[in-house]
């Protein structure tokens, strides 16, 4: 089982940035998927997920209206899209595997990304 994340970076308040975590190795439409992140001296915490087909997805109140998370099974990815961002969601942000009992039991190696001005 594998995951690859990009598309993280530098970007100024309000800005964009789409995320990526590409999979390989398991059977991408069985599992709900999440992207966390985890900035300096905090915990990590959820950020946004999508049930396996697609059809439920859910948010952190911090990110509600501005992030939208999304997968696109043919290609075994799944996105977050992350929209007017703020100089809090400064943190490295991980995708994971959700299994049948709620717990992540894989974690991509996570992508920096960085809102200053």
């Known amino acids: 089982v594998q995951f690859v994340e990009s598309g993280g970076g530098l970007v100024q308040p309000g800005g964009s940035l789409r995320l990526s975590c590409a999979t390989s190795?398991?059977?991408?439409?069985?599992?709900?998927m999440n992207w966390h992140r985890q900035a300096p001296g905090k915990e990590r915490e959820l950020v946004a997920g999508i049930s396996s087909a697609g059809a439920v997805t859910n948010y952190a109140d911090s990110v509600k209206g501005r992030f939208t998370v999304s997968r696109n099974s043919a290609k075994k990815t799944v996105y977050l899209q992350m929209n007017n961002l703020k100089a809090e969601d400064t943190a490295v942000y991980y995708c994971?595997?959700?299994?049948?009992?709620?717990?992540?039991?894989?974690w991509g190696q996570g992508t920096q990304v960085t809102v200053s001005s």
């Open positions: 994971a595997r959700q299994r049948w009992d709620g717990r992540y039991d894989t």
């Open positions: 190795g398991f059977t991408f439409n069985l599992y709900t």
